[in-house]
């Protein structure tokens, strides 16, 4: 999921080309105030023309507490967008003041919402905010501002954001949304991103936020389907569908399946049509 500055048109347009599942206009954290309105009028003029195809698009607006925050949302409210980004949130009224300012601008009710996790009051408050009725889908970790608020010194934000980073990614899964792990802003060291996106997938998380079109491949492979990970997948497939069936439990290449490793084999190769697909609809 790669973050576009709105100010920045080229980015715009270099966006419609690159193989990612979403991106995400910023009219935030990469725009200087100066240019806010001017962004915005630009993110308007864009989506009412530009062709994303596949990629999902989300426009991240600024806080409601902000002199833009309202008037973003009742602005993008009926552009065509997969949902609205709501950033430094951290309760269910602030997202309800949200949701006012979206039908304010003729939004529809089922217009979904992703939610930056980037405050300790707002990664405490995360459950109550799910619990509401507002159509929430993703989970979005904002790692540079959550370091900052819990004072953890710069290039230590991994090791000192693992255990809330576990966290989100379990109140996502209690409540069956998306959970999307948080960017990483040193473009020099390519490894050093590779080692984050290697310990996003593990904890469990569905993607990677983006600031730089060089980060696309990398996240791509991480948070692909391998070639391995579709052959075990196809075996456990098969062996599992030959099984007889009152079988609960069966051994593939040395290692024990039950129901639950055929239903992630499934979930796998459905992952790998949908990227196969999208990779023809680029073409």
Known sequence: MLYVPGSNSRAIDKAQELPVDAVI????????PDHKLAARTQVEAVLESAEFGHREVVVRVNAM????????????????????????????????????ALHMGGAKDNLPFWIMAETPRGILNLRTILESDQPIAAIVMGTADLA????????????????????????????????????????????????????????????KTLIHPNQVATANKVFGVTTEQIAQAIKIVEAWKTAPEDTGVMVVDGDMVEALHYEQALKTLADNREIGKRGKDDE
């Not at 206009?25 to 200087?32: F, G, P, R, T």
């Not at 065509?80 to 950033?87: E, T």
């Not at 990483?184 to 590779?194: G, I, W």
């Open 25 to 32: 206009l910023d009219l935030e954290d990469s725009v200087a």
């Open 65 to 100: 507490d902000t002199p833009w925050g309202k008037s973003d949302l009742a602005a993008v409210a009926s552009l065509p967008i997969s949902a609205v980004l709501i950033p430094k949130l951290e309760s269910e009224r602030q997202l309800e003041a949200c949701r006012g």
């Open 148 to 207: 900052k608020n819990m004072g953890i010194p710069r290039g230590s934000e991994r090791a000192g954001l693992r255990s809330t980073l576990e966290h989100c990614v379990l109140v996502a899964r209690a409540f069956g949304v998306s959970a999307l792990d948080g960017v990483e802003t040193d473009l020099n060291d390519p490894e050093r991103f590779e080692s984050a996106c290697l310990e996003g997938k593990q904890m469990g998380f569905d993607g």
